[in-house]
């Protein structure tokens, strides 16, 4: 696995460095937005790592201009912010992690390695970020029709909304009326029909697609 590393804090740049190399992992780091482009092209790393404050250009216009520029690779946004508003501009603009600077070192190479493997990973801390944009979507525009969100049953689908609240199956059950069994039968059937291995990941592609704006019930 190669990683890129864009990141204006240079003792921070050195820790990741560092860390990354005594795994057998190779990295290239930059300070420099611009630069960080420019590297993305000629190094074609696996995964980017980026810094959402940085001066002169922020982590989210460097995500836009790499979008402009067709950029396959994926990007995980490393920071310190948990402010659901970061989050839900990093994930419109395409992110595939949404990673925060204070989690534990394995914790963040088997992230990298999900994401590599085209998993979407958003740090565990943030599913009360997540309930949030789930509840306080900023659209009506819900896009439940869109594939592959079709194939769910309407009790699917409000599981969904509610595992996106980081509800666990035992309180699912309780608010829904049903047995724990039930609830966890029909978790699977969610994942299995979005391709995807985890509830964060389910959650993450609900608020991306702005699915359950209605307020759910305690």
Do not use: W
């Amino acid at each position: 696995m190669r990683v890129l590393l864009i990141d204006d804090h240079a003792l921070f740049r050195e820790g990741i460095v560092g860390l990354l190399e005594t795994r057998g992992i190779e990295i290239d780091a930059t300070g420099d937005a611009n630069e960080g482009i420019a590297l993305v092209e000629s190094k074609k790393p696996d995964v980017i790592l980026l810094d959402l404050r940085m001066p002169e250009m922020n982590g989210i216009e460097v995500l836009q201009k790499l979008n402009e520029l067709d950029n396959s690779i994926p990007v995980v946004m490393l920071t310190t912010s948990a402010d659901d508003r970061d989050l839900s501009e990093a994930l419109r603009n395409g992110v595939k992690g949404y990673l925060l600077k204070d989690m534990e070192p394995d914790e963040l190479i088997s992230s990298l390695r999900d994401i590599v493997n085209g998993k979407t990973v958003v740090a565990p801390d943030l599913t009360s970020a997540l309930a949030n944009l789930v509840k306080d979507g900023d659209s009506a525009d819900s896009r439940v029709a869109a594939s592959p969100f079709s194939s769910l049953t309407p009790r699917e689908m409000e599981i969904l909304c509610h595992l996106a609240e980081g509800q666990s199956n035992k309180v699912i059950a309780r608010n829904l009326n049903i047995s724990d069994g039930t609830v966890k039968l029909h978790v699977k059937a969610i994942l299995r029909k979005l391709e995807v291995h985890s509830r964060v990941e389910a959650a993450v592609m609900a608020v991306e697609r702005r699915l359950c704006n209605r307020k759910i019930s305690d």
